[in-house]
Every structure is written in C-alpha cells, then in structure tokens.
T-cell receptor, first 115, second 114 residues
Framework: AQSVAQPEDQVNVAEGNPLTVKCTYS??????LFWYVQYPNRGLQFLLK??????LVKGSYGFEAEFNKSQTSFHLKKPSALVSDSALYFC?????????????FGRGTQLTVWP | ETGVTQTPRHLVMGMTNKKSLKCEQH?????MYWYKQSAKKPLELMFV???????ENNSVPSRFSPECPNSSHLFLHLHTLQPEDSALYLC?????????????FGPGTRLTVL
C-alpha cells in the first residue's frame, strides 16, 4: 500500500532561520515524490519533485528537498525562511509500479514564519 | 494558476439544488482530475479522466456526476448534496496519467451545502 506521513501538523520558525518540513513515505516499488504548497483560498502549487538521479532536488522559491531511500524520507528544506513562506505544505507520492498514476497526499503541514 | 481555472470560486447551495462546477485547463494536458479537500483530511481523489475517458471513480456517491466533453474541460454536476459534502473541490490536470507527470491544480471551488 502507498502512503505518506507528515508527522508535524504545525511548524513554526523565525524569519531568516532554516526550515524543514518532514515527510516519510511507503510504497511497494520505487517512489516518485512531490511537494506542493497551498496559500489561503488557493489551489495547490507545485514546488518540486524527485523522480530519479541526484537525491537533492531544487525547486521553486528557494526550496529544496532531499530524498533518503534508507529512511524513506523526502524532507522539504529552505536555508532562510521568509514570512511569505507561511502556508500549508503537502507531500505526495506515487509508486513506479502503479499503472493508474494516482498521487497519495499527506495531511499537510502548516508552516508559520514569524517576523 | 492561470493554467487551470475553476468556476465558480464559491458556491452555496441547498440540499435540493442542482449545480455544476466547471474546470478548464489551458496547458494542453490529456488527463484531468477532481479532488475533494476537507479540513484536517488528506486530499481525496474523486475522478480521473484520460483523453476524455473516465479511468477512475474512487467510490464517489452518485450525487456527484462528472463530465468531460473534451480534454480541456471537466465538469462536476451536483445534486441532492449533504452538508458533509461541504469542502474545497479542486481540479487538476497533467500531461498524461504517467507516474512521473506533475499534476497542476486550479484554485478550487469552495462549496457550502446548507
């Protein structure tokens, strides 16, 4: 079975500090991993994805994520947080064995960056 | 968000009403999706269309009826809904249904059922 866990409902960080939003996954085959961000009253915006290759993936707005196969994790990171990064972040996974291409989402992590 | 548009953005309806949600994508994609987003719950996939053909119905009640007249447009027809159907309904599209494809989302329709 495929699943995603975001262990923290809420992450708070001061502006200028590094931030990490955690994600772990479970798939039968190899994972394809995605991060999305959702601002209030908006849809989900794609940030980055890992398909294959370099374990460190760089995405939009200065975000990056590191794929760790042994720990089945794909944590989202940013070296210096901005107040405007405050939003709801979703991790999602697909199994490379899946013929349906269904994305499985985590419950989301609310990131608040304090000025 | 201009790639995938949804109308209306907000909808209030009674349980006996019939209404429709519209989604349009301007990305040249061939796969389209309906999701339901409720508070404190993971996104729920409702329907998947690939080249206008429905390929997945995730055990959605029949009071939700999708329609995909072409690869650019997707509708969700609503009738005799329940208050628990109140949620944000998100449309998404992707180039194909491939596992590596990114899904791009619209802004959603906030539905309130009275």
């Amino acid at each position: 079975a495929q699943s995603v866990a975001q262990p923290e409902d809420q992450v708070n960080v001061a502006e200028g500090n590094p931030l990490t939003v955690k994600c772990t996954y479970s798939v039968s085959g190899n994972p394809y991993l995605f991060w999305y961000v959702q601002y209030p009253n908006r849809g989900l915006q794609f940030l980055l994805k890992y398909i294959t290759g370099d374990n460190l993936v760089k995405g939009s707005y200065g975000f990056e994520a590191e794929f760790n196969k042994s720990q089945t994790s794909f944590h989202l990171k940013k070296p210096s947080a901005l107040v405007s990064d405050s939003a709801l972040y979703f991790c999602a996974v697909r199994d490379d064995r899946s013929t349906l291409g269904r994305l499985y989402f985590g419950r989301g992590t609310q990131l608040t960056v304090w000025p | 968000e201009t790639g995938v548009t949804q109308t209306p953005r907000h909808l209030v309806m009674g349980m006996t009403n019939k209404k429709s949600l519209k989604c349009e994508q301007h990305l040249g994609h061939n796969a389209m999706y309906w999701y339901k987003q409720s508070a404190k719950k993971p996104l729920e996939l409702m329907f998947v269309y690939n080249f206008k053909e429905q390929t997945e119905n995730n055990s959605v009640p029949s009071r939700f009826s999708p329609e995909c007249p072409n690869s650019s447009h997707l509708f969700l027809h609503l009738h005799t809904l329940q208050p628990e159907d109140s949620a944000l309904y998100l449309c998404a599209s992707s180039p194909q249904r491939a596992s590596t494809d990114t899904q791009y989302f619209g802004p959603g329709t906030r539905l309130t059922v009275l």
